[in-house]
C-alpha cells in the first residue's frame, strides 16, 4: 500500500508555469518606464522681507548696496546693467566684504525672472544678506 | 486565464499607486534658474513644516494646486504661525509672473510677523522640458 502512493508521487512532476511571471515581470518593467519622471534639481534663495509700512534703509554700520530690478533688467548706480556687468561689480564689491547688505528694489511691473537673476548673482559672489523692497 | 488575471492584477495595482501620486504642485509654472541658490535636498531632510506658496503667471496663488484668495492665504499663514511660531515658506513663483503678485505673497507673510521667505527656482534642469529652455 505505501509502494503504490510512493509510485504515484514519483509520477507527479512540478511544472513550473513561466508565462506569468514573464506577464509581471513585464508590467512591472512597463510600469518604471512609464512611470520614470526627471525631475529638475531646486535651488532656494532666502531673502529678509521688511514689513510692508516700512520705507526706511535698514540700519547697518556698512553702506547697503542697492540693485534696481525694472521692466527690462538691472539698474546699478544710476545705469542700466547686463547681468555680466552686475555680476562684475557685485564680485568687486564681495572681495573686500561678503557681510554687505544687498537690497533688490524691484518695480512692481518686473518679471520675477528679474529678482530671481539678481538674487543668483548675489548668491554666486557669496553675498547672504539680501532684502527685497518693492516700489 | 492565469496571465489575464495577472496583467489585471497589475493595472489594478498601478491605478492604485497612481492615484496616490498625483502631483499635488501647480505644473503650470515656469521657475527661473539659479545655479548657485542653495539646493533644495529632498523630501526626509527638508523642514516638514515647509510651506509653499505658488504663484502663476497670471498672480493666482495656490498651495499645492489648491486656489485660493489672499485672504485665504492669510488665515493658513496665521494659523501656521500660532501653532509652530517659526517655518520655513518658499514662494514658487513662474518666471514671468510680474512683482506685483509675488510682492501681495511677501506682504501678507510680513504682515504676519514673517520677514523671511525664500523663492524656488531650478538648480540643475532634469526634465526635456527645462533643458530645452537653457540648452542655448
Known sequence: MARKKKDRNKGDEVKLEMT????????????????????DILSQLEVLRPAPDTNTTPETQIEPITILVGRTGFVYRGRPVTESELNSSIARVAK??????????????????WLVKALDICSRNNMTKLSVFSM | MTP????VFQLIIFFIVTITMTENRN???????????LEIKSD???????????????????????????AQLAGIIDHRHRKY????????????TKHVHVKNVMDI???????RVSFVAVKDPRTPESKARWSN
Open chain 1, 20 to 39: 506569468p511571471m514573464i506577464d509581471v515581470v513585464f508590467q512591472l518593467l512597463i510600469f518604471f518606464i512609464v512611470t520614470l519622471k526627471q525631475e
Open chain 1, 96 to 113: 573686500y566684504n561678503t557681510n554687505a547688505m544687498v537690497m533688490v528694489k524691484c518695480t512692481l511691473d518686473s518679471d520675477h525672472r
Open chain 2, 4 to 7: 489575464m488575471i495577472d496583467v
Open chain 2, 27 to 37: 505644473e503650470d509654472i515656469r521657475l527661473e534658474r539659479s545655479i548657485h541658490g
Open chain 2, 44 to 70: 526626509e531632510n527638508s523642514s516638514p513644516l515647509t510651506l509653499v506658496i505658488e504663484v502663476d503667471r497670471k498672480g493666482r496663488v495656490s498651495i499645492r494646486n489648491v486656489a485660493m484668495s489672499h
Open chain 2, 85 to 96: 511660531n517659526v517655518f520655513p515658506i518658499m514662494i514658487r513663483a513662474d518666471y514671468r
Open chain 2, 109 to 115: 507673510c510680513t504682515g504676519l510677523g514673517i520677514g
